[in-house]
């Protein structure tokens, strides 16, 4: 009996397969949910991430939960899920949620603010060319540059397209680098921004019409998609979600992407991208670049919005606060409520968090248009 319980650990456990490499996954997957748990910081994402990480290196070998369909022989369960990560169709049911979730008001109301949105996307592009010229391909440099949108589903659903290869690593660094929104947001904006310039206080916005809110989706998606075409997949279903909200008469549709189907897809696509994060794809040299690349592009794009908001003082009678430019990035609404967190540190009496929420919804658009840039543009310049 002894005999054969020491040959089930040899042979058949996830003992007889686990590598140095497992462990050290295992460990940064108990590390996010930790994280997670313990700061508050987006569970919502990091929790499911982790535990994602954790099965997915539980050597697959012994779970056979990745294992590819072979033959009449189906695949592991996860391979499965991992599908709708892989083929892009997670992101754009989350942004159908989000769109149900989001208010474009004060996008309305001062429309000039959508410049802040598109400006915080700098730190892509600014990161595409950085990647290139660091020996990634512009399929690769394209995927690891929208990182610096700030927008998950975005990242995923490029990468996705472009490099499969690096989702996972990607989705990691970008989900991480989200979460981390409460403490890399307030030291860029303090260092580059003065106490009177923090101090300034910005008019309550006007009031928008029902007919406006409901325009807007319908004509956004026009635009948007008739410039930038590939964007219609992440742009229209984001569209979508928010006029079945403000319509008024399909509030059961709206309920269900806001909660229902965000939620569902949210999981999925969250165990997706923890249990694609191997030992083998994660730990190399090239996903370390990929990491503190992800950074530099996330604190470019916070500070293009920052001075792109100075730059616009120079000319506007009614002056901006420099911090809603730092909530250009497409974190909605983390990035919003940290403006406004910092700006009431210096003044408790200042309110810029409506004026923060317009160029952070800018910034899901940017994201999403940029993406589509990239897909429109990259494949005619490879061979």
Known sequence: MLQSIANFFVTSSGFASLTFGNIIMLIIGAVLIYV??????EPLLLIPIGFGIIMGNIPPIATGLLAAPVGDSLGGFLWYINRGMYLGIYPPLIFLGIGALTDF??????PILMLLGAAAQVGIFITFIIANFLGFDLFQAASIGIIGGADGPTAIFLSSKFAPELVAIIAVAGYSYIALIPILQPIVSRFLTTKKERLIKMKK?????KKERMIFPVI???IVALFVPQSLNLVGMLMLGNLLKES???ERLA?????????SVTILLMISVGSAATAELFLTPQSLKIVFLGAFAFIVSLSSGIFFAKFMNLFLKEKLNPLIGAAGVSAVPDSARVAQTIA??????????MHAMAPNVAGVIGSAVA???FLNIIPKLMP
């Open 220 to 222: 956004s998606t026009i």
């Open 205 to 209: 916005v006007r009031t928008v019409s």
């Open 36 to 41: 997670g748990i313990s700061r508050d910081a």
């Open 255 to 263: 309920e269900a992407s806001a909660r229902f189907i965000l939620d």
């Open 371 to 373: 993406a589509g840039v």
């Open 248 to 250: 008024g008469l399909t």
């Open 344 to 353: 009431q540190k210096d003044d408790p009496t200042n309110f810029i968090l």
């Open 105 to 110: 008001s004060y996008l309305i109301a001062n």
